[in-house]
């Protein structure tokens, strides 16, 4: 039972720093559009696109997460590959979508959840190692209860007559 709390714990870690540094640190905007009132995100928005610049470059936030992390590139890459955290990542943006555009207070997913959809994307990827995954949860786990702070910051922009 110890073992598989650990490897909850370093699931929801890695995530949550990515999340935390990612938003702290890089200007992300999610655009939006909106047909016949229904608001959908323009564009797939994964983990990767936050990691790197337009040109495919890593951006500055990427090495600030290998460097708190101790990841390795490969480690790195395992984790933005992840369609399951990708997945949950969309659960996260169109939250914030909604309760920006829309002024949803309810839409507002509290630490708790964020970091269960976390621990939900590290435990069905079969790519991580439990050690990659110990290791980011060791180290994620004191950023748990800002995350939907930073989250929430991100900056949404309705683009007009986009179709």
Do not use: C, P, W
């Amino acid at each position: 039972m110890k073992k598989n709390s650990t490897i909850l714990v370093i699931l929801i870690a890695i995530s949550l720093i990515i999340i935390y540094t990612l938003t702290s640190t890089y200007a992300i905007i999610i655009n939006v559009k909106e047909e016949n009132g229904i608001q959908e995100i323009v564009n797939t928005i994964t983990l990767r696109d936050l990691l790197t610049n337009e040109n495919g470059t890593y951006n500055n936030t990427y090495y600030d997460v290998i460097k708190e992390v101790s990841l390795t590139e490969e480690e790195a890459n395992l984790i933005m590959d992840s369609d399951k955290l990708n997945e949950n990542l969309q659960i996260v943006l169109n939250s914030v979508v909604d309760y920006k555009l829309n002024n949803n207070i309810s839409a507002k997913l509290s630490n708790d959840y964020i970091y269960n959809l976390i621990l939900d994307g590290f435990n069905n990827t079969n790519t991580l190692s439990k050690e990659l995954k110990t290791k980011v949860i060791n180290k994620a786990y004191e950023y748990k209860q800002d995350i939907s702070d930073y989250v929430y910051d991100i900056e949404v922009n309705l683009i007009e007559g986009v179709k």
